[in-house]
C-alpha cells in the first residue's frame, strides 16, 4: 500500500552526526517533491527541508541550514536526512511526508522515527 | 522572522461548531499562501485534513471545512465529535520552497 517508513533514529550526542531514511512504496516516488518536518518531545510541528522530484532543488529552515542535507535516491524509492553538529534542540521526532502533486501541502506521513541528541 | 499563529487551546461541546484560526504575523493570509491543516493525536503521525484553503482530504468528513475569514485561514468543525479531541495545525506556504506551521490548537471536547 501506499506509505511511508522511516529509519535511522537513535541516541546521539551534541556534535555527532546521525542518517535518516525513509523508504516510500505504493506510488511513483520519482513524481514527488519529498520533505522532512520535526517534532520535539511535547511540542509543535516544524517544518525542516524539501526536495524536488529529481532532487535538483533543495530548500532548508534556517534552523538547520548548513548542518542538515536531504538527498534522495528515486531508483530505491528512498529519501534521506544527514544530520551534522547536532545539538540538544534538535531532539525531535522526524517526519518524513510528501508533497501534494499540485500543491504546497503535505498529503502523505510516516510515523516517524526519533532522534535524542543528549551526552 | 515568520510568524504563524493559531490558538493554543480552544474547546467545544459534542454536537457543537468551533472555529480554529491560522493568522500571519506580517499580514493577512490569503488564499496564496495555500493555507493547509493537518490533526494529531498524542503519538500518532498527523493527519491531513484540508489543503488549498478548502479543499478535503481524501477521506475526510464533511464536518471539516476550510475557509479564508477576515484576515485568517479557518478551519471549522461542524458536530464536533469525541474523537475530534486532538491537536490542530495549520501550515502557510511562504513561498521560495519554504512552508511554517502554526503552534498548533489543543481542542478538547466536552
Known amino acids: 500500500q501506499v506509505q511511508l517508513v522511516e529509519s535511522g533514529g537513535g541516541l546521539v550526542k551534541p556534535g555527532g552526526s546521525l542518517r535518516l531514511s525513509c523508504a516510500a512504496s505504493?506510488?511513483?516516488?520519482?513524481?514527488?517533491?519529498m520533505s522532512w518536518i520535526r517534532q520535539a518531545p511535547g511540542k509543535g510541528l516544524e517544518w525542516v527541508s524539501y526536495i524536488s522530484s529529481s532532487g535538483n532543488t533543495i530548500y532548508y529552515a534556517d534552523s538547520v541550514k548548513g548542518r542538515f542535507t536531504i538527498s534522495r535516491d528515486n531508483a530505491k524509492n528512498s529519501l534521506y536526512l544527514q544530520m551534522n553538529s547536532l545539538r540538544a534542540e534538535d531532539t525531535a521526532v522526524y517526519y518524513c511526508?510528501?508533497?501534494?502533486?499540485?500543491?504546497?501541502?503535505?498529503?502523505?506521513w510516516g510515523r516517524g522515527t526519533l532522534v535524542t541528541v543528549s551526552s | 522572522q515568520t510568524v504563524v499563529t493559531q490558538e493554543p487551546s480552544f474547546s467545544v461541546s459534542p454536537g457543537g461548531t468551533v472555529t480554529l484560526t491560522c493568522g500571519l504575523s506580517?499580514?493577512?493570509?490569503?488564499?496564496?499562501?495555500?493555507p493547509s491543516w493537518y490533526q494529531q493525536t498524542p503519538g500518532q503521525a498527523p493527519r491531513t485534513l484540508i489543503y488549498?484553503?478548502?479543499t478535503r482530504s481524501s477521506g475526510v468528513p464533511d464536518r471539516f471545512s476550510g475557509s479564508i475569514l477576515g484576515n485568517k485561514a479557518a478551519l471549522t468543525i461542524t458536530g464536533a465529535q469525541a474523537d475530534d479531541e486532538s491537536d490542530y495545525y495549520c501550515?502557510?506556504?511562504?513561498?521560495?520552497?519554504?512552508?511554517?506551521f502554526g503552534g498548533g490548537t489543543k481542542l478538547t471536547v466536552l
Open positions: 501550515v502557510l506556504y511562504m513561498g521560495s520552497g519554504i512552508s511554517v
Open positions: 511526508a510528501r508533497k501534494g502533486r499540485a500543491w504546497w501541502y503535505f498529503d502523505l
Open positions: 505504493g506510488f511513483i516516488f520519482s513524481d514527488y517533491y
Open positions: 488549498t484553503t478548502n
Open positions: 506580517s499580514g493577512p493570509v490569503s488564499t496564496s499562501y495555500y
